[in-house]
Each structure stands twice: as structure tokens, then as C-alpha cells.
């Protein structure tokens, strides 16, 4: 691997510069401007909680709260890119080092509130006055002040639905539970800080699950809870084509007659968060089969997970299987990264827009009007519309 395509793979997580931090990061915070005055008691509503990665399974855990109006994640998604960033940028997290097995009140309250499907009022009484120190993550959200925190506490009932008490008090395996949750009308933001706080699994071998890895794993096995009945459905016999673009993300989605494949490009265009001073653009696939794959999409993390769910609900809905192909250019204006949820909104709104055509050359046709790199950069590296694979939809 070329030195200069680091960045598109690591995204900040895996040190492949060797420098021990990104530097691309540090830039984006050392330049960010916004701040916001915090004391060293905070009184806030939430149910969101973050369990940290580093030094893991000494990791930190504690609940992030807004010094603003809560706003729920489609909420905050649909203000935009900005408000995105002003919003977070208001979140304090509290911080206490337990270990994935905490045994502590302030985890149990901290589990309480993650538990609420509304948020609950929570005072949090810090060790020092939080400090402004936003994190930027391809994966999770970013926040803006933090610091650690003596105790945490719940101030009115949070509001825990009685069939998820009982499914979680079974202790049945994670995925069959997250699945059942998922069933009943929760979502996967739910699912995932249930799973990040220690609340999912056989009760004996429950542990706090860092955040960054609980997203990816509620996107993997709702995905692969709808694969296995998306597979039982009758092919498409039509090709759609879904376009959408926000927050500089555009999406081209070409959903083929055919048995369920997926495959995703991500092209990181010049002067993008991961692709500065680039003169090219960066272009990454993964696919898998009709049986899966069991390998890690290690060059896309998160962002693959969270296009196939969005692809799979909407196969899910209209009751259809396909061959899909999913395109997601990012341009100059995603500077800062705001989480992996941008990426499945934006393929979530991208399935909501469907066009249908003859042909497959006649859809790439119209995506390619659209798309910022020739048409002929994606057909000549995939696996689903490759040049063999072409000649049968003509």
C-alpha cells in the first residue's frame, strides 16, 4: 500500500503513519473555534452514553449530555452539516475509569439512562471543571468538553419499556436480543448504547463494549439478521437507481435483477478530511456474496455496515432481493468528520428516492451525470457490474 492512501484506510484509528496520533485531527481541533462555558456541575437530559476504546478493557465510561434542547439522531442529522457540528460541539461527557465490569453506581446510572427511550434528567458533579477537547471519529460523534466525574445521578424515572426489562433480564445471546429490540420498533442508536453499556449477552459474560465498536456491531447484526430473509425474497426484475446528497456525501445506489450481492465504493475526492493535498481521488471497494463474508470491510470500517443496513431495510420493506452496487463520493466540503451515522442517514435517505430503467447501462448512464469520477473508475474495479457481469443486463 502506497504511503499517500494511509489516510482513506485509517481514518484516524490505526496509527498507519506510525506518529502515535493523526495529525490530520489535531489540526481540525486546534482550529475549531466554537467553545462553550461548562461548570463543574452539569445538569442536562440525555440517554446517551460512551464507552472509550483506548486502553481497552481499562477503558472510561459515562453518559453525554447537551447543554442544549436533546435532539434525537435523525433530528440532528436533518438541521445539517454545521448545525451538526454546533450541536455536538454543546455535548459534555463525563468520564470514569471502571474497567469493562463496573460495578459502581455511577455505572448503574449511567446504564439507567441509556436504557430510557426518552431522555432523563442526569447532574453530573465532575472532578474539575470539564474542558473544551473535541474529538473528531469517522465512526462516532463527536463531543466537545469532557472531564472525569466523581458521581452521576438520575433525577426523574427513565423510561424503560417492560418488554425490553424482560428480554434483557433473559439473557439470551446479544444478537438475539438486538434483533428482538429491533423487531419491537427500536432502533439501531437504542440497540447500540444498550450493547455499549453492558446490558446485552448472557448475563455472566456481560462487559461495556466501546462505543466505536458497539456502532459497527448493532449495524452488522441487524444486517445480517435481514440478509437471511432478504435471501428467501423473489429477485427484483426491474433495475432501480437511488441518488441523494448531504453534509458533501453523494450517493449513487444501483440495485440489479439478480440474488442478493453487495458491494461499496467510497472515492474520497483531492483536499477531502482524509484525502488533503491529494491530486487524485481515493477509491476503496468491498463486497461480499450471496452467503456473506466473514472478514472485516477493514478499508471502509463502519461506513460499510451502515450502507448495507440502509440497502437491506429498504430490500426488507418492498419484500425483494437484488445484486446492489452502492457509489458514495465525498467532496471538499466534508472537512470534519461527524460519525458514521451520516453515512447510513444519507443511504437511508438515498432508498427513499427510486427510479427505475430497462437496463443497467441505461442507469449507470444517468448515475454517471451525477457522479464527480467517470462511471468507467467503478465498473472496471467491481465484482457485480464488472465487464463480464455487464454484457448479461444489456
Known amino acids: 500500500m502506497k504511503p499517500d492512501n494511509y489516510c482513506v484506510i485509517c481514518k ?25 462555558e ?3 456541575d452539569v445538569f442536562g437530559a440525555t440517554n446517551e452514553a460512551f464507552v472509550g476504546s483506548g486502553n481497552y478493557p481499562d477503558v472510561s465510561w459515562g453518559p453525554v449530555l447537551s447543554l442544549e434542547a436533546h435532539k434525537d439522531m435523525r433530528g440532528i442529522y436533518e438541521e445539517g452539516y454545521e448545525k451538526v457540528i454546533e450541536y455536538r460541539a454543546a ?28 431522555p432523563v434528567d442526569l447532574e453530573i458533579n465532575f472532578s474539575r471543571k470539564p474542558k473544551y477537547d473535541m474529538r473528531f471519529s469517522s465512526v462516532v460523534q463527536p463531543t466537545g468538553a469532557s472531564a472525569p466525574m466523581r458521581r452521576v445521578r438520575v433525577c426523574d424515572n427513565p423510561r424503560i419499556p417492560k418488554k425490553v426489562d424482560s428480554l434483557i433480564d433473559e439473557g439470551r445471546k446479544a444478537r438475539e436480543t438486538a434483533v428482538e429490540l429491533y423487531e419491537r ?31 459497527t456491531a448493532t449495524d452488522d447484526m441487524l444486517g445480517k439478521h435481514l440478509m437471511e430473509r432478504v435471501r428467501e425474497y423473489p429477485k427484483l426484475n426491474k433495475v432501480w437507481l437511488f441518488s ?42 468491498e463486497y461480499e456474496p450471496f452467503g456473506g463474508r466473514s472478514k ?5 470500517a463502519g ?26 463520493e465525498v467532496y471538499e466540503g466534508y472537512q470534519v468528520p461527524v460519525g458514521v451515522f451520516q453515512v447510513r442517514e444519507n443511504a437511508r435517505d438515498a432508498m427513499e428516492n427510486p427510479k427505475m430503467y ?4 441505461e442507469a449507470l448512464g444517468i448515475a454517471g451525470e451525477r457522479l464527480r469520477l467517470p462511471v468507467s473508475e467503478y465498473t472496471k474495479q467491481s465484482r457485480v457490474i464488472g465487464q463480464r457481469n455487464l454484457l448479461e443486463f444489456l
Open 38 to 40: 461548562v461548570k463543574q
Open 185 to 215: 420498533g427500536l432502533g439501531n442508536y437504542y440497540i447500540t448504547n444498550v450493547l455499549s453499556v453492558g446490558k446485552l449477552g448472557a448475563l455472566e459474560n456481560r462487559i461495556m463494549v466501546p462505543t466505536r465498536w458497539s456502532i
Open 91 to 118: 455535548m459534555v461527557k463525563g468520564r470514569r475509569f471502571g474497567g469493562i465490569r463496573p460495578s459502581r453506581r455511577s455505572a448503574r446510572e449511567t446504564q439507567e439512562a441509556a436504557l430510557s427511550v426518552k
Open 12 to 36: 484516524g484509528t490505526k496509527n498507519m503513519c506510525g506518529l502515535g496520533y493523526c495529525p490530520i485531527l489535531k489540526k481540525i481541533n486546534r482550529q475549531c473555534k466554537i467553545s462553550k
Open 296 to 300: 472485516y470491510a477493514a478499508t471502509q
Open 358 to 361: 430497462s437496463g443497467v447501462k
Open 303 to 328: 461506513a460499510y455496515y451502515a450502507v448495507r443496513l440502509a440497502v437491506l431495510e429498504f430490500l426488507e420493506r418492498i419484500r425483494r432481493q437484488g445484486r446492489v452496487v452502492a457509489i458514495r
Open 244 to 285: 441523494h446528497e448531504s453534509f458533501s456525501n453523494h450517493y449513487e445506489i444501483l440495485v440489479i435483477p439478480g440474488a442478493w450481492e453487495f458491494e461499496n465504493f467510497e472515492a474520497w475526492c483531492p483536499n477531502t478530511v482524509w484525502n488533503i493535498g491529494g491530486s487524485v481521488a481515493r477509491v476503496s471497494e
